[in-house]
């Protein structure tokens, strides 16, 4: 099933959580419970006038014991259901991230913004209050319905069946009941409005015809009428709420009295003293708090089935090929940096790639490429874009893996390093990840635990020592938003910092300097190539100023390599080269 896909892999993996969390939603209840038996038998006791203190001295503690427990109890649960369903959301951001981002080209085209906003926003959402409202409410309910079964069983075993029949309509027949008439509204509402909208729509776009013709009225009537029958529905949805509310307190009123009567009747015929028939009735409260939920528990399925197939949805659009290179955990950091310890030899060898989507005698996105590049190689990868430029990057960090050929580390293919390809290639784009927090905390998330030295040693590397010592509170100065605090040579260099402290060896460029002026281009590129000396660089780029002092520049059209060589020896060979790089030259400032 495709709910699997979502929903089993975190079950297997928490699954000891998952038992914690309904345990301590069971004792939770009992908690609360064993709180209103003691008071009970604590108040009917006291009634009684004992001789002495210590007559009530055990309730006492036991109301003040089950008191701090049902607290303690369901703080706790809280706790650990919240935790494990954060760990779950995050892996689940991260797994959607993984799928959308290497083709958000393909999806901008298929989707609409709205539409993916909608699923990153609500949609993960709504899948945790699958377990906190859904699973473990229903599962505590239903545990807890056996064991009181049970235990009423002990007594009076008819007394449980009557007890199990109205207990039953609470965690069974109102729920499916309520499941399946608001399913039903809900679709009614969703077509309703649908039809609404594309009326609404219809008629703005024509809406010179409707006044020339005079029957602007009309469209206001039925605009209105429409309006009222989807409000309509919407009504009956929140009066059957209302109306399982009362059937609900309804039934729990008919266990009360039943608990009553049945109390009554075992004290009279000598089963149980006096003094527990109010802590038997009393105790009804809070397992009923268990119960009631249950109804709108469920009727949230909808909605989770909705948000489900969306994201299905989104996931059928990857091909089969792309879904597995980098949704998977893969290495640890450490350990992809024992791989890559002395240095990485990266290898494209004969690489074929393709989203999927040719049409009959197109050529794939990236056809036979092949690149070796050894510790300490500076390559440049040159085309216009759609050349294939991004997807071979994205081949080489592991994100994608062939379809054909191999792209590999040391040996050891890229796709495979997954979560500690961290520790292995670092990546400087033109638009770089800055947080509205201080620079240093931007600058550690290059190596969260940097010490003030190794700030001050990456800020001198990346040349951005005067501009620290010119702000006012140094390290601590907030970046705002997105870095806008700063201009976009000093935010690159921010980034280039965190680099540096990022120690990878391997660095991607990805054009750096678009949108900087030439100036501050030729600085910007002076000042990463001196600080990242003995790293291998590949540096991805659409006009060629700096390219001198790449060791091979590797020219890309329709996903292959055109030319490819030295500066000096493309300026020699190819014409084509020699007036392109002559076109791209700034002017001297």
């Not at 085309?383 to 997807?391: I, N, P, Q, V």
């Amino acid at each position: 099933m495709k709910q699997e896909q979502w929903f089993r892999p975190y079950v297997t993996a928490y699954f000891w959580r998952f038992l914690l969390i309904v345990i301590l939603g069971v004792l939770t209840i009992l908690s609360a419970s064993m709180l209103m038996f003691t008071s009970g038998y604590l108040i009917s006791k006291s009634a009684l006038r004992p001789e002495n203190i210590l007559m009530v001295y055990v309730p006492v503690v036991g109301v003040r014991t089950f008191g701090i427990s049902r607290a303690v109890m369901h703080y706790v649960e809280r706790l650990v259901g919240h935790d494990t369903i954060l760990r779950i959301l995050s892996k689940m951001r991260v797994r959607l991230y993984q799928l959308l981002e290497p083709q958000a080209l393909r999806f901008s085209s298929r989707f609409k913004t709205g539409d993916l906003l909608g699923v990153l926003a609500d949609d993960i959402e709504y899948l945790q209050d699958v377990y906190i409202r859904t699973v473990f409410p229903a599962i505590v309910a239903l545990v807890l319905y056996g064991g009181t079964i049970i235990a009423i069983g002990t007594f009076d075993p008819w007394f449980a069946l009557l007890m199990a029949a109205y207990v039953f309509l609470l965690v069974f027949v109102l729920p499916i009941v309520s499941l399946l008439f608001t399913k039903r509204k809900n679709r009614e509402i969703k077509n309703e409005r649908a039809a609404l909208y594309q009326k609404l729509t219809d008629a703005v776009l024509g809406m010179g015809e409707w006044f020339i013709s005079g029957r602007q009225k009309d469209f206001l009537t039925g605009y209105e009428q429409d309006e009222a029958s989807v409000d309509r529905t919407d009504r009956s949805l929140k009066r059957w709420g209302r109306f399982r509310g009362f059937i609900s307190q309804c039934v729990v009123a008919a266990i009360v009295l039943s608990m009553v009567y049945w109390s009554g009747q075992q004290y009279a015929d000598g089963h149980i003293d006096v003094t527990l028939i109010a802590a038997f009735v009393l105790v009804v409260f809070p397992l009923m708090d268990a119960f009631l939920p249950i109804s709108e528990a469920v009727e949230r399925i909808p909605q989770y089935e909705q948000s489900i197939n969306r994201l299905n949805g989104i996931k059928e659009e990857v091909p089969d090929h792309l879904q597995g290179a980098g949704s998977q955990a893969g290495m640890t950091r450490d350990e992809a940096a024992a791989i890559a310890l002395n240095g990485v030899h990266v290898k494209v060898e004969d690489v074929f790639f393709d989203y999927g989507e040719q049409r009959s005698g197109d050529r794939p996105t990236v056809g036979g490429l092949s690149l070796d590049i050894p510790q300490g190689a500076k390559i440049a990868v040159i085309g216009r874009s759609g050349a294939g430029k991004s997807t071979l990057l994205n081949l080489i960090q592991g994100v994608l893996s062939p379809v054909e050929g191999r792209i590999t580390m040391n040996g050891t293919d890229a796709y495979q390093f997954g979560d500690g390809m961290a520790s292995v290639v670092s990546v400087l784009n033109q638009s770089p990840h800055l947080f509205d927090t201080t620079l240093a905390n931007n600058l550690r998330l290059g190596r969260m635990n940097a010490s003030d030295e190794d700030l001050q040693d990456a800020v001198r590397r990346a040349r951005l020592s005067d501009l620290v010592d010119s702000l006012p509170e140094g390290f601590e100065t907030r970046m705002q938003e997105t870095g806008q605090r700063f201009s976009g040579g000093e935010r690159q260099r921010v980034a280039l910092a965190r680099i540096l402290l990022q120690d990878t060896p391997v660095v991607i460029l990805d054009e750096p300097t678009v949108g900087l002026d030439p100036k501050t281009e030729r600085e910007l590129l002076s000042t990463m190539f001196a600080s990242l000396k003995g790293k291998s660089l590949i540096w991805v780029t659409h006009h060629l100023v700096g390219v001198e002092q790449m060791d091979e520049i590797v020219f890309m059209e329709e996903g292959c390599i055109v030319m490819r060589g030295t500066h000096a020896e493309l300026m020699k060979r190819y014409p084509r080269y020699r007036h392109l790089y002559e076109l791209d030259r700034p002017v001297q400032l």
